[in-house]
């Protein structure tokens, strides 16, 4: 199996074409463990992407993970329609 990775993600493209599909929003929730409207599911996944660092954008075949340790989430973007895929909580190591 043969990875695609790609350098060239605009993060400033990625906010300007975000999108959500109206399930989206429960899966966000279900996988936070949260209850939050979906205004502030949309605030909420622009500010973690402007928040992460370029570097923490990887393209893998069509999907955009942005992973963001501080706040422990991983978001997974379409790279060709910019829609939310899901958004998980990163699994720490323990130690």
């Not at 422990?72 to 060709?80: A, E, R």
């Amino acid at each position: 199996m043969i990875n695609c990775y790609d350098t060239q993600i605009s993060k400033a493209k990625i906010l300007s074409n975000l999108c959500y599909t109206s399930l989206v929003y429960g899966r966000i929730n279900k996988k936070l463990g949260c209850r939050l409207s979906k205004p502030e599911i949309e605030a909420m996944i622009l500010t973690v992407i402007d928040e992460t660092p370029i570097e923490q954008f990887q393209r893998i075949g069509k999907n955009i993970y942005i992973t963001n340790t501080g706040k422990n989430i991983k978001i997974t973007i379409n790279s060709n329609t910019y829609c939310i895929i899901t958004v998980n909580k990163i699994k720490i190591p323990e130690l």
